[in-house]
């Protein structure tokens, strides 16, 4: 413990990964303030990255701000702003009004969407960790008048868990408040639902007043909450509450963002809201020309993207041609001048770069996260892999869904191509080929015992990586496993034209190349620093695209290891499409920005 700079005043809480402390700043001549201390006896990632990511994720008007972290043979320790806030029930017993709870669940969803962009999981909500200010109360401390124009900044999320970055689907804890905690959490798994599941029962406690257990008969093995609800409640918010309080994951929400657009009865964000910077639309190809029967999504005056100028790259320059902003985008194909995008609502979204910015929605719609996004090679077919347990096939010269592929218990979480095969990964482990013509199961690839996070193949090749952290060497032709190696934590992942060289981007910031026909060799291209999110390898294979749960989008030249180009990023790079010359990039922020290469410098 650094106490040079901190007096510690009472532990607040101590579980299997560390203890938490209130504490006071020792300067006797500075303002005494008090802090949060959370000390990690084994920390899972470097003071560094973990610093810079909670620093993000104190952004959030509601999450405490990170003030300091340091590091000695006890741990890693980091001082969070102290919220001296009562809880929300403190503020006004329950139980409340309908109307008031859809408020609070619409004010504390967007934090957890927040809180769940950096990977990270609360993994404790319950009433007395949602703090409410008090704006008047602050006023007078303060010496100044309340105003009635103060905005409220919404009720604070506070004691979040430090814990690594969520893999996958599942990290293995343990903890939380037994009566708050869902039912995954008793065996040790948390997920981004089991925070959305600890909201829903915080919402029917304030609903009734009573707590969890009293809620649920054992006996008739079901929620009895809604008898005890005193105000009739309306079908949108019963609804919203009955999938938030689902005990199997498969039928509960998986994301704070589609219980936001249940709530405000609308099924995805719209766009017109959303679009903030449209460039003049030219004449369209006749293959996009069918999209939505011509009508754009938006006609807002057009404008070059924004933001501050770039910083001189080292050797090749890229230039930003637009900026969309369709929301959180999760997944990017590029064909030419074509880009696809589809998002964490399940809207798939086109957009012809060489006519300007415009975005077309294809004529459907998935019903969750989309997850993989890739284009046929020879025709005018798009495949979109979604968290509702689909594969759809759009025709893109209608803008119409031609086939749906789905299977029992299906999570699709990687699409590619390697004619004559469409090879889909899951979050069983499973990989199955799929007839590209037929749209027929051919074979199923089990050996993975996790979660899948990235395939990629080329000719006869196939590589994957998993949650199992292994990276697998498949044979297409002889539909085969040929290698298993170890790999760290991963979910990023681009594979050689030649089938030779796999190249892994790593949680912790490093990216490893493996060579030869059975990967033998093994060579470290780089370490960035903050967790790969994404890789795009060009098609000659010369640049490797790299993305970052920071805020920096970064090109590298395959044979040096050479990092020639960084672009300033929103933070949090999701997705990338890269053709060599055309390099788009997706961030949390919600934005899409397309970048085209300038000249290289010194060539």
Same mark, same amino acid.
């Given at each position: 413990?650094?106490?040079?700079?901190?007096?510690?005043?009472?532990?607040?809480?101590?579980?299997?990964?560390?203890?938490?402390?209130?504490?006071?700043?020792?300067?006797?001549?500075?303002?005494?303030?008090?802090?949060?201390?959370?000390?990690?006896?084994?920390?899972?990632?470097?003071?560094?990255?973990?610093?810079?990511?909670?620093?993000?994720?104190?952004?959030?008007?509601?999450?405490?701000?990170?003030?300091?972290?340091?590091?000695?043979?006890?741990?890693?320790?980091?001082?969070?702003?102290?919220?001296?806030?009562?809880?929300?029930?403190?503020?006004?017993?329950?139980p409340?009004?309908?109307?008031?709870?859809?408020?609070?669940?619409?004010?504390?969803?967007?934090?957890?969407?927040?809180?769940?962009?950096?990977r990270?999981?609360?993994?404790?909500?319950?009433?007395?960790?949602?703090?409410?200010?008090?704006?008047?109360?602050?006023?007078?401390?303060?010496?100044?008048?309340?105003?009635d124009?103060?905005?409220?900044?919404?009720?604070?999320?506070v004691?979040?868990?430090?814990?690594?970055?969520?893999d996958?689907?599942?990290?293995?804890?343990?903890?939380?408040d037994?009566?708050?905690?869902?039912?995954?959490?008793?065996?040790?798994?948390?997920?981004?639902?089991?925070?959305?599941?600890?909201?829903?029962?915080?919402?029917?406690?304030?609903?009734?007043?009573?707590?969890?257990?009293?809620?649920?008969?054992?006996?008739?093995?079901?929620?009895?909450?809604?008898?005890?609800?005193?105000?009739?409640?309306?079908?949108?918010?019963?609804?919203?509450?009955?999938?938030?309080?689902?005990?199997?994951?498969?039928?509960?929400?998986?994301?704070?963002?589609?219980?936001?657009?249940?709530?405000?009865?609308?099924?995805?964000?719209?766009?017109?809201?959303?679009?903030?910077?449209?460039?003049?639309?030219?004449?369209?190809?006749?293959?996009?020309?069918?999209?939505?029967?011509?009508?754009?999504?938006?006609?807002?005056?057009?404008?070059?993207?924004?933001?501050?100028?770039?910083?001189?790259?080292?050797?090749?320059?890229?230039?930003?041609?637009?900026?969309?902003?369709?929301?959180?985008?999760?997944?990017?194909? /590029?064909?030419?001048? %074509? $880009?696809?995008?589809?998002? =964490? !609502?399940?809207?798939?979204?086109?957009? &012809? +770069? #060489?006519?300007? @910015?415009?975005?077309?929605?294809?004529?459907g719609?998935?019903?969750?996260?989309?997850?993989?996004?890739?284009?046929?090679?020879?025709?005018?077919?798009?495949?979109?892999?979604?968290?509702?347990?689909?594969?759809?096939?759009?025709? /893109?010269?209608?803008? %119409? $869904?031609?086939?749906?592929? =789905? !299977?029992?218990?299906?999570?699709?979480? &990687? +699409? #590619?191509?390697? @004619?004559?095969?469409?090879?889909?990964?899951?979050?069983?482990?499973?990989?199955?080929?799929?007839?590209?013509?037929?749209l027929?199961?051919?074979?199923s690839?089990?050996?993975?015992?996790?979660?899948?996070?990235?395939?990629?193949?080329?000719?006869?090749?196939?590589?994957?990586?998993?949650?199992?952290?292994?990276?697998?060497?498949?044979?297409?032709?002889?539909?085969?496993?040929?290698?298993t190696?170890?790999?760290?934590?991963?979910?990023?992942?681009?594979?050689?034209?030649?089938?030779?060289?796999?190249?892994?981007?790593?949680?912790?910031?490093?990216?490893?190349?493996?060579?030869g026909?059975?990967?033998?060799?093994?060579?470290?291209?780089?370490?960035?620093?903050?967790?790969?999110?994404?890789?795009?390898?060009?098609p000659?294979?010369?640049?490797l695209?790299?993305?970052?749960?920071?805020?920096?989008?970064?090109?590298y030249?395959?044979?040096?290891?050479?990092?020639?180009?960084?672009?300033?990023?929103?933070?949090?790079?999701?997705?990338?499409?890269?053709?060599?010359?055309?390099?788009?990039?997706?961030?949390?922020?919600?934005?899409?920005?397309?970048?085209?290469?300038?000249?290289?410098?010194?060539?």
């Open positions: 413990m650094n106490q040079t700079r901190y007096n510690l005043l009472k532990p607040l809480g101590k579980g299997p990964s560390g203890q938490t402390f209130l504490a006071r700043t020792s300067d006797a001549n500075a303002v005494q303030t008090h802090v949060v201390i959370k000390q990690l006896h084994q920390p899972q990632e470097p003071l560094d990255g973990l610093t810079r990511r909670m620093r993000s994720v104190g952004q959030h008007p509601q999450l405490p701000a990170l003030i300091d972290s340091w590091q000695s043979s006890e741990g890693q320790f980091l001082a969070f702003d102290y919220i001296s806030y009562p809880a929300i029930t403190q503020v006004q017993p329950p409340w009004p309908p109307e008031q709870v859809a408020r609070c669940l619409l004010s504390l969803l967007p934090v957890l969407e927040h809180l769940h962009s950096f990270l999981v609360h993994g404790d909500i319950r009433p007395a960790n949602i703090r409410q200010p008090d704006i008047c109360s602050d006023s007078v401390r303060q010496g100044s008048v309340c105003q124009t103060v905005p409220n900044p919404g009720p604070i999320l004691d979040l868990r430090i814990t690594p970055p969520l996958g689907q599942v990290l293995n804890v343990s903890g939380g037994a009566a708050y905690a869902a039912p995954e959490q008793a065996l040790g798994k948390l997920t981004y639902a089991s925070d959305l599941y600890s909201l829903g029962l915080v919402a029917i406690h304030l609903l009734t007043g009573l707590a969890p257990f009293d809620l649920y008969s054992v006996a008739d093995n079901r929620w009895i909450w809604p008898d005890l609800v005193i105000d009739p409640l309306a079908n949108t918010l019963s609804q919203v509450l009955h999938k938030l309080l689902e005990r199997s994951l498969e039928r509960r929400y998986t994301s704070a963002d589609r219980v936001i657009a249940d709530l405000k009865k609308s099924p995805a964000l719209s766009l017109l809201d959303k679009a903030r910077s449209f460039l003049p639309v030219a004449t369209w190809p006749q293959t996009l020309r069918a999209l939505a029967k011509n009508t754009p999504l938006s006609t807002s005056k057009p404008q070059l993207a924004e933001g501050p100028p770039l910083k001189p790259t080292r050797q090749i320059p890229w230039h930003p041609l637009y900026q969309l902003t369709p929301g959180i985008t999760t997944a990017l194909a /590029l064909k030419g001048n %074509t $880009l696809a995008m589809g998002t =964490s !609502q399940g809207s798939l979204l086109m957009c &012809d +770069l #060489a006519a300007g @910015p415009e975005i077309y929605s294809l004529k719609h998935h019903r969750d996260r989309i997850t993989a996004l890739v284009f046929h090679p020879q025709g005018h077919t798009l495949y979109s892999a979604c968290n509702d347990g689909t594969v759809k096939l759009w025709d /893109l010269t209608t803008g %119409t $869904l031609k086939k749906t592929l =789905s !299977q029992s218990g299906w999570q699709p979480t &990687d +699409l #590619a191509i390697a @004619p004559p095969y469409l090879i889909v990964s899951d979050g069983t482990g499973h990989i199955t080929l799929w007839d590209l013509e037929q027929t199961s051919r074979h690839f089990n050996q993975h015992q996790d979660w899948v996070s990235a395939i990629a193949a080329s000719g006869q090749r196939l590589v994957s990586i998993s949650c199992d952290r292994t990276l697998r060497l498949w044979s297409l032709s002889e539909r085969r496993l040929l290698e190696l170890p790999i760290a934590p991963s979910r990023a992942l681009a594979l050689h034209p030649s089938g030779s060289h796999v190249i892994v981007g790593h949680d912790q910031g490093t990216i490893d190349v493996w060579h026909p059975t990967l033998a060799a093994k060579d470290r291209l780089c370490n960035v620093g903050d967790g790969i999110t994404t890789l795009a390898l060009s000659d294979a010369r640049l695209a790299v993305g970052t749960d920071g805020n920096t989008l970064r090109v030249e395959g044979a040096s290891g050479q990092c020639v180009s960084e672009l300033p990023q929103g933070w949090g790079v999701v997705a990338i499409a890269f053709d060599g010359h055309t390099l788009v990039s997706s961030s949390q922020d919600e934005t899409v920005t397309i970048w085209q290469r300038g000249a290289a410098k010194g060539h």
